[in-house]
Structure formats: structure tokens, C-alpha cells
């Protein structure tokens, strides 16, 4: 289906992001995520470690886009310039709330001229109670909707439902102990060695680390990069920081009986901030 813009009915994100599975992904080099969601909401339905994800936002930073139509037409004619691959918006009709139904349509009939002469295909969310019925007629014009069959939704291997390399449901395993106030307890988990480290192992321990309650921006952002030695070196610094939070818990939950010193220490904990403070406030002599 390269060379094509094709819409993809969804009402929310999720049933966007679910679209990705229903796609012919294999052999394809390059998978690109548009979205109005930053990689901390996405990380839960998406493997981004495997797809490029870009946040459409005004903040700066790593893996951001700008949702000004003219910057978002030079991305995605940059992209389509390449060899091949699949990029998917999220969240049209938001920047047609923004810019307005007749701006985001030319860019669209722009995309769908440029993509022809491509190996790229594009799929849009369409939410179609946001247009009314000569605008959903006009988009669909330059972007017909793409339709699947039932039995493309999942792959049968020896009798058994096997799921699709990007599948929006990963894998949570940890079992977590709760303290008292129900609060999951932190966990010291095994550091992950340089040997076979991977971005799709390291989203695993975020996602991990986020069921404890750790804020793990610091290291989402490295997700965006290809730096497999530099994503290593900041790992090892937040799980550096993940085990002395740890150690802090331990002695806060034994120790610490005032009830409003404690929510705040581990409040603090779990943002992974002021662990030198603490650790002289309890640890020093």
C-alpha cells in the first residue's frame, strides 16, 4: 500500500494505536508516531522502542514536533523523501481545531500529491463526529479509509493467538508488595547488563519502575535516541538513583512514625529527587 494516505476510523487513541497491529509492519525499516501525546502517555499502548514517536507540542525537548502545518509539512516531506515506511498522525482533527478545516485540508491534499511518488504510506486517525458530512466527504476524497478484514487481526501459530511485534499490550510481570498506606513498595530489580541491552528491555524496567510509582521521565526521554551507549550510561544513573530511593523506603517505612514527615519523604522518593538531602537527614551519624 505504499504511495497512499489512508484514514483509519478511531474515537480514541487507544483504538489508533490498536490500528498498528492490524498493519503489515514486516520489512518495513522505518515506523513513524505522530501524536498530541507525549512518550509518558504513549509508553503504556506502544512500543516505542521500535517506532519513532513525536509529540506535537510547543515545549521544547527531545522528540517533540511543532503543530504549525508548516513545520508538520516539511517533517513529513523530509520523511517521505526516504526509502520506506509507515507513518501514522494521531489527533487530525485537534489540528484542525487549531488551524482550521481548510488549512489542514490543503496540507493534506499536498501529502497525498507528495506520497504518490513515494514508498511511504500514511494513516490518519479519523474521528468522524469532529467533521461534519462535507468534510468528512473531502477527507476521505484524498484519504479513503482503510479497511480490514477479520482475519487479518491477529496471526494463528500452531493453534495459538500470537501477537504482533508492536502489540500495544506489554508485558507486565512484577508482582508488587504493598506498604501500609497501600502504596507499592519499591523494589531493588537486577541491573541490566551492556551485553544485549536493547531500548525494548529498557522500556520494560521503566514500565516496571513506573508500576512503583518512580517517575521515569528523566529516562523516557533517552527512548528518543539511537545512542545505544549513551541510553546505557543514563539508564545506569536512574537505576543508580532507583537503588539508593530503595534503601531510603526501607529505613522511612522502619523508622520514620511522624505521619506527614514520612508522605513527604517518600513522596520525594518516588520523584527520585533530594536523595542527597535524605540520605544525610537519616544515613549521616
Same mark, same amino acid.
Given at each position: 500500500?505504499?504511495?497512499?494516505?489512508?484514514?483509519?476510523?478511531?474515537?480514541?487513541?487507544?483504538?489508533?494505536?490498536?490500528?498498528?497491529? *492490524?498493519?503489515?509492519?514486516?520489512?518495513?525499516?522505518?515506523?513513524?508516531?505522530?501524536?498530541?501525546?507525549?512518550?509518558? *502517555? /504513549?509508553?503504556?499502548? @506502544?512500543?516505542?522502542?521500535?517506532?519513532?514517536?513525536?509529540?506535537?507540542?510547543?515545549?521544547?525537548?527531545?522528540?517533540?514536533?511543532?503543530?504549525?502545518?508548516?513545520?508538520?509539512?516539511? %517533517?513529513?516531506?523530509?520523511?517521505?523523501?526516504?526509502?520506506? +515506511?509507515? /507513518?501514522?498522525?494521531?489527533?487530525?482533527?485537534?489540528?484542525?481545531?487549531?488551524? +482550521?478545516?481548510?488549512?489542514?485540508?490543503?496540507?493534506?491534499?499536498?501529502?497525498?500529491?507528495?506520497?504518490?511518488?513515494?514508498?511511504?504510506?500514511?494513516?490518519?486517525?479519523?474521528?468522524?463526529?469532529?467533521? $461534519?458530512?462535507?468534510?468528512?466527504?473531502?477527507?476521505?476524497?484524498?484519504?479513503?479509509?482503510?479497511?480490514?478484514?477479520?482475519?487479518?487481526?491477529?496471526?494463528?501459530?500452531?493453534?495459538?493467538?500470537?501477537?504482533?511485534?508492536?502489540?500495544?499490550?506489554?508485558?507486565?510481570? /512484577? !508482582?508488587?508488595?504493598?506498604?501500609?498506606?497501600?502504596?507499592?513498595?519499591?523494589?531493588?530489580?537486577?541491573?541490566?547488563?551492556?551485553?544485549? %541491552?536493547?531500548?525494548?528491555? /529498557?522500556?520494560?524496567?521503566?514500565?516496571?519502575?513506573?508500576?512503583?510509582?518512580?517517575?521515569?521521565?528523566?529516562?523516557?526521554?533517552?527512548?528518543?535516541?539511537?545512542?545505544?551507549?549513551?541510553?546505557?550510561?543514563?539508564?545506569?544513573?536512574? !537505576?543508580?538513583?532507583?537503588?539508593?530511593?530503595?534503601?531510603?523506603?526501607?529505613?522511612?517505612?522502619? $523508622?520514620?512514625?511522624?505521619?506527614?514527615?514520612?508522605?513527604?519523604?517518600? %513522596?520525594?522518593?518516588?520523584?527520585?529527587?533530594?536523595?542527597?538531602? @535524605?540520605?544525610?537527614?537519616?544515613?549521616?551519624?
Amino acid at each position: 500500500m505504499s504511495g497512499r494516505i489512508h484514514s483509519i476510523p478511531a474515537e480514541t487513541t487507544e483504538s489508533f494505536v490498536e490500528s498498528i497491529d *492490524r498493519v503489515e509492519t514486516s520489512n518495513v525499516p522505518t515506523i513513524v508516531f505522530i501524536s498530541r501525546y507525549p512518550a509518558s *502517555r /504513549l509508553i503504556d499502548l @506502544l512500543d516505542i522502542s521500535e517506532i519513532q514517536c513525536y509529540w506535537l507540542t510547543n515545549i521544547e525537548g527531545k522528540g517533540v514536533l511543532e503543530p504549525s502545518l508548516e513545520k508538520l509539512n516539511h %517533517f513529513t516531506e523530509s520523511l517521505i523523501s526516504s526509502e520506506q +515506511g509507515l /507513518l501514522f498522525i494521531e489527533g487530525f482533527e485537534w489540528l484542525v481545531s487549531i488551524h +482550521g478545516f481548510e488549512a489542514v485540508h490543503s496540507m493534506l491534499r499536498s501529502l497525498a500529491e507528495k506520497v504518490a511518488m513515494s514508498r511511504w504510506s500514511i494513516y490518519l486517525s479519523l474521528y468522524e463526529s469532529s467533521y $461534519n458530512q462535507q468534510e468528512l466527504s473531502r477527507i476521505i476524497r484524498e484519504a479513503p479509509i482503510l479497511e480490514f478484514k477479520s482475519n487479518e487481526m491477529t496471526i494463528q501459530n500452531d493453534g495459538a493467538e500470537t501477537s504482533h511485534p508492536h502489540a500495544s499490550t506489554l508485558e507486565k510481570t /512484577l !508482582e508488587m508488595d504493598l506498604n501500609d498506606d497501600g502504596t507499592p513498595k519499591l523494589v531493588l530489580l537486577t541491573k541490566l547488563p551492556r551485553s544485549g %541491552f536493547t531500548k525494548q528491555i /529498557l522500556q520494560r524496567r521503566i514500565l516496571q519502575w513506573r508500576r512503583m510509582g518512580l517517575d521515569t521521565s528523566e529516562i523516557e526521554a533517552s527512548l528518543y535516541s539511537n545512542n545505544l551507549d549513551a541510553i546505557y550510561e543514563e539508564y545506569s544513573m536512574v !537505576e543508580e538513583k532507583v537503588r539508593r530511593a530503595t534503601e531510603l523506603e526501607r529505613y522511612v517505612v522502619t $523508622n520514620i512514625r511522624d505521619t506527614q514527615e514520612r508522605a513527604i519523604a517518600l %513522596f520525594r522518593l518516588r520523584q527520585l529527587t533530594g536523595l542527597d538531602q @535524605l540520605e544525610k537527614q537519616y544515613f549521616s551519624e
